[in-house]
């Protein structure tokens, strides 16, 4: 089992930046791809970014060119620094990791954190 722990959400008037932090713990062998999405009440999941362990990158559409994603493999951890925040950024936003086990990718979801784009 994998543990994520996020941090660094809250409130910031648009034009804003935050800074979202993500850290494993427990059986953190073979992490694969470390990310982020988001999700708006009434709305599915979307993807923010993602970072593959040979460091290929993807970042959603609405996103590209103001957010960045980064990952410390010796930390097991995965950052997400959002810069120009507007206010349809305001959601709750998951770290998700993926752990190759026995020939199997597995899936674990962080409890989100909400971030809140207002004046």
């Known amino acids: 089992q994998v543990q994520l722990v996020e941090s660094g959400g809250g409130m910031v008037q648009p034009g804003g930046s935050l800074r979202l932090s993500c850290a494993a713990s427990g059986s953190i062998f073979r992490l694969t791809t470390l990310g982020w999405f988001r999700q708006v009440p009434g709305q599915e999941r979307e993807l923010v970014a993602t970072m593959s362990d040979g460091n290929n990158i993807i970042y959603g559409e609405s996103v590209k060119g103001r957010f960045t994603i980064s990952r410390d493999n010796a930390k097991n951890a995965v ?41």
Do not use: F
């Open 79 to 119: 950052a997400l620094q959002m810069n120009s925040l507007k206010p349809e950024d305001t959601a709750v936003y998951y770290c998700r990791v993926t752990q190759l086990r026995l020939g199997y990718t597995y899936v674990y979801w962080g409890q989100g954190t909400q971030v809140t784009v207002s004046s």
